[in-house]
């Protein structure tokens, strides 16, 4: 664990994941932990006769898998508050190899909490062709730096 | 599978899944899934050092296992187009049993498909002591009704 | 849930279900849950000096995803009794779209329990070339619609 | 792999299985394949209010254990040709431990191949409490034990 | 369960187990089990520019199969010391087909526990083209036969 | 990744990994990879009456998990050659939480290929009460550091 601050996170800086590719397992087990059996992910035959001809990977999934890539060392200073914006661009087939990008979108006050900050993350997620499958922005309360109690600036003057 | 287009949704309308138990073996698939294990899931000492003293269930797994129990029958006009402001509310632990309120709460057109409109759902999850802990809106890209192609008002008056 | 009692039931009524394609996950899955590793499922060099030239589906992994595949909404009068004349007919390959035909064959009375009657469902498994790979009959113990409380012909006579 | 023939098998023999505990992990991984998720096995909330006041077993899952753990030395004369009068007689809850003992029960012809006979194995599956939870009947073609080609009486006497 | 003693372990004697092709299924599975997410093993991508030009199992994965593979009969005299010299001598890749070969390689005394022996099994893990994989030794801490009172030898000369 | 060089490993130095918590589900799915489903890790009826009074981890699950545990950043300059003296000193149960401490205990030559060293790592698995329940050490044949072109002690003497 390294404390990551509000003030430590650069705005368009960027990191990027190793790949992962998606298999026909990651879709069975997907289905069978969310209950979602829909044709497109598990009837071969009928996924024949829709626009993709194959299986794709659930929405859930391509998300799932995509937030934990980009689970690196933890961050005590900061905890995950949600997402917005996620949209699924393209379909995921079994055998893509998945990447992401994380960009700093953004550094914005949280009101509720003068003493946190939100970081705006925009995760990419890319298939090995570099078209883009995935986005969201992933929203990251964090502590800012402790802070002098008076600040020096504000001191009455003598 | 039974079509359900953009008209037929009224907004206002809800609906609540049944209930669902998450399982110690709910998280240790899903941490194997996603690659995430990190302690706050994965190490039940370390947990009770924390805020809430045992595992909670990683945040992607309560959002899949939700959008899997509001899955029902399939509507060949609608598809996932996204997701918005996904919430993390509280910690979902071991053991407990969330079930899904879905509402349509909005609908709009959608203009890059004039054929089409968007309807936001609202799916807030629930724990078994009825505390909201996690809560997006579903943005279903759903057909319209086929139109004459001539619309009444528009034509030219005797 | 929705109640439906003996007296719904239609002899002769059918409904089938959608497709699932069986994987090698699934065979592999099973194997795990069921600690059957023979190598008509495990062992694809075994099995290329075997009739099929391939790993086959454990019978009991067909007839679970089967019985899960039929189930629909809940019906609180009714209750999985047993299964009759439960059938391997041919033998289902990796890659395999499986879909289930369900007719209700015969009602009958259940004399242990008067307000309850045998609901049989003929089950029928067929994969993606039409051909049937496994049959079985459902027993579905079923309640009777409340009856009056005296019965006519218990009337005392005058 | 030991050959045991049609005649080998002796009507009233028995054999038991070690035994195994049916975890929660077992009732999720069964839920996950065979994508029943009904609240009997999945929703400890509402089985409290039910009859056995806890979540139970599949019936398909006790079934598919219980073959699993009867699953011996691969006897290549003979093949699963099906099961009979599977009957559900008490639900397994999560931690029950399971035993099947097996019964060569009956050894009859099978028309429509002289060479086989079919053995029939009763399957009586106990939990700890030495309770019978499951019976079923499994059917075994086997192969008999090739034949002179001239049967001895039948040959011409001088 | 079967005794097997110290003494009953004959030096040079071999065993063969069955074959069990390593799956897709194995490699997701073991990453999910261990959290071992390398790029060797789960992005086929980077894998085709480097030198096995494909995905490969774990070694860890290898090994628990291989141990899981020679597992027969339990033998209540003997339990697992540990394992020596395990080495990783060619990758293992999907669809590949193992099989192990036990050979009692060595018998020696224990001096903590004079009543035990340890038996050094050779396991050599095979794939389909009879090409060694890997190998380790097994040690099993074996209990002797039970002596009599007195040792011949000791006793005392007149 | 990061290149680390033979000459970069230290002696002595250590790293320690943090926790994880071994579970019901992780022995359940280490017996349904490896199809060991020995009375030790599945009944835990019969194990009321051993010596530890509950189930155990399997060998090959602590030990797997362990290496999964301390799999840091890939170093594309070693790689895994196979691991020496694995013993497994206490049994592992259910909810204990495990972590490893690494220490480089020897670094040595490796003649069949000059280039390159080989690091012996010990690694130590300890449950919550800092207990050591698996020992083993790990090998990895490293890469040394280019050196100069020729070697001065080959220079042809003046």
Redesign the interface.
Known sequence: MKSVFFEDYVEGSTRTT????I????I????????????HH?????CKSQEFKQ?IA????V???A???T?GE?NPEAF?????????IRPVFI?D?LHVKVTVKEKRDYAKRPDHGMVVELCEVFN?QEQLVLVCEHLLLTRKKAQDVLDQSQLPRR
Chains 1, 2, 3, 4, 5, 6 share one sequence.
């Open positions: 190793g790949g992962r590719t298999t026909e397992t990651d069975v087990l997907h289905a069978g932990q969310t209950g979602d059996f829909y044709p598990m009837d071969a035959e009928w299986r659930h929405g859930t999934l998300f799932s898998v937030v934990g890539m689970a933890i995950s508050y949600g997402y917005d914006r996620l949209r699924f055998g190899t090995q």
